[in-house]
């Protein structure tokens, strides 16, 4: 069309576009975008995932026993993905969560049999949160390899893909769920793993392939005798996953802050975070840490704000030259964040999980872990 209107001359073109047909055809076009946009936020209705199928919660068997003697930080070596190179093909380091325990171990003090080793989440505990169709659409090479962001996986068989790369991601799905339980005995729980917080129900995204934060919620509400959950989102990245799976359940609390300049863009999901706190890129420690501050103390003053499990998803590509998060806070600042979001949960007696979310920059685990671990032995309630 655009070509015959190029061929007519100057006056053809003004009787086209003087015809009454020309604005009827451009008022159906505004009111098919309008009709859409108010399908899209209006009435189309939010989220149905409030209310989890509590048989299959019930019968799951990742709430395990813990003996005494453990602390509560949950890694399993299956969580580290490294097969033909593949970690070397992504710009996220999917072999970190090993080292991170290393870290532990070594600068922290950590006895090796002491830490906590989860089950690996079944079919039947995902559909606790995810659909028949989503968990059917992971059998697609082409689909993880766009969830993981490395295209060349595509071609590989499926079969592979499930054992080398699903599988550690269910087995820290496991580790999540797990940490809630651990964190309401122990009052902390810090799983080496998880945070997928780019995923929801129906939409993996971003080397996110399962919602482990919607999920350990769901467990909480249904095992662990709690209602009121408030998730702190401090990884630089938006976290429109558990955003959009919560949407409409007022016993969630979204505290998210994010860098709007970089992924997911997922303007939907923003208006479900209950208090939202851009961080744009170049934000310096002193100002990213001013910026917490004055959020943890407004949510604090939240009238009813009464919640009973705090999941804290730390990401570290907040640091400085991470090239994804485009923040530039120092490595002591980071600690100091972890510290902050850890003493407003305990001088409130609330439990809380930490996830080390989806981050690269393996090089800060080694400053912070042994730092999370001394930080965060505290006492018993
Ligand atoms: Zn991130």
């Known amino acids: 069309m655009s070509f015959r209107v190029m061929m007519l001359s100057g006056d053809e073109s003004n009787r086209i576009i003087l015809k009454p047909t020309f604005y009827f055809a451009v008022l159906a076009i505004a009111a098919i975008e309008v009709s859409y946009l108010v399908y899209r936020y ?8 409030s209310t989890a199928p509590q048989e299959l919660i019930i019968s799951s068997k990742l709430y395990i026993d813990i003996p005494p003697n453990k602390v509560p930080i949950i890694y399993s070596p299956g969580y580290d ?7 070397k093909m992504h710009p996220f380091d999917s072999a970190k969560w090993g080292r991170v325990c290393q870290f532990l171990i070594i600068g922290g003090g950590l006895a090796k049999d002491g830490i906590v080793e989860p089950r690996e989440a079944s079919k039947e505990d995902l559909l606790v949160v995810h659909t028949e169709l989503y968990l059917k659409s992971l059998r697609n090479s082409a689909n993880v390899a766009r969830i993981i962001e490395v295209p060349p996986v595509a071609v590989f068989p499926n079969c592979l893909l499930q054992q080398k790369v699903l599988s550690p991601f269910r087995k820290q799905v496991g580790g999540t769920i797990l940490a809630a339980k651990l964190a309401k005995h122990r009052s902390w729980a810090i799983n080496i793993g998880g945070g997928f917080h780019h995923c929801s129900r129906e939409k993996g995204g971003g080397f996110c392939a399962y919602a482990d934060i919607s999920l350990c919620i769901h467990y909480a509400f249904v095992l662990l005798d709690i209602s009121s959950v408030m998730i702190i989102d401090l990884d630089a990245h938006q976290g429109n996953g558990h955003e959009m799976d919560f ?14 300049d970089i992924y997911p863009f997922d303007f939907e999901a923003r208006r479900y975070i209950n208090h939202r706190v851009e961080v744009v890129s170049g934000t310096t420690t002193e100002q990213y840490l001013a910026k917490l501050n004055t959020a943890l103390n407004e949510v604090a003053e939240t009238p009813n704000f009464k919640p009973q499990l705090v999941i804290y998803n730390a990401g570290t590509d907040i640091l400085d030259g991470d090239p994804l998060g485009r923040l530039k806070v120092s490595p002591c600042g980071v600690i100091n964040r972890d510290e902050m979001v850890f003493q407003f949960a305990h001088e409130r007696n609330i439990p809380i999980v ?6 690269k920059n393996i090089q800060l685990q080694k400053h912070t872990g042994p730092a999370h671990f001394r930080c965060h032995r505290v006492p018993q309630p």
């Open 354 to 359: 930490m996830l080390t979310s989806v981050v």
């Open 81 to 87: 993905i490294s097969f033909l190179g593949m970690e």
């Open 42 to 49: 209006l009435i189309r209705p939010r989220n149905k995932m």
């Open 247 to 260: 949407s409409n359940d007022d016993r969630v609390y979204i505290l998210d802050m994010y860098n709007p």
